[in-house]
Nanobody
Framework: QVHLVESGGGLVQAGDSLRLSCGASGRTLSTYHMGWFRQAPGKEREFVAVINWSGSYTQHADSVKGRFTISRENAKNTLYLQMNSLNPEDTAVYYC????????????????????WGQGTQVTVSS
């Protein structure tokens, strides 16, 4: 079992950048495919980006493509989300999540496919 902790959220202005981090403990991060999701008040949790266990494959939601980049450093047991050109619509709690690559080689965009979740970090973008 892996324990995930997000950090790096905060209050920024439109056009600013933030980098979120997700630290893992308990098991090595290379055991897992990883994803970022977000949830705004009154809305369902939505897919942001996914990365396979080695980092050789990534996928981003259309709403963030070209602005956000998911990456990972397995040696540091850390997942990242670089967020550029933030706008107020990006305001949400951001979660990192994981599922074992032993279960599947596929990368998933549905939150229901993920077994482990962090507690979330708030990102607020003012206009």
């Amino acid at each position: 079992q892996v324990h995930l902790v997000e950090s790096g959220g905060g209050l920024v202005q439109a056009g600013d950048s933030l980098r979120l981090s997700c630290g893992a403990s308990g098991r090595t991060l290379s055991t897992y495919h990883m994803g970022w999701f977000r949830q705004a008040p009154g809305k369902e949790r939505e897919f942001v980006a996914v990365i396979n266990w080695s980092g050789s494959y990534t996928q981003h939601a259309d709403s963030v493509k070209g602005r956000f980049t998911i990456s990972r450093e397995n040696a540091k047991n850390t997942l990242y989300l670089q967020m550029n050109s933030l706008n107020p619509e990006d305001t949400a709690v951001y979660y990192c999540a994981a599922y074992s690559r032993a279960r599947s080689d596929s990368t998933y965009v549905s939150p229901s496919r993920y077994d482990y979740w962090g507690q979330g970090t708030q990102v607020t973008v003012s206009s």
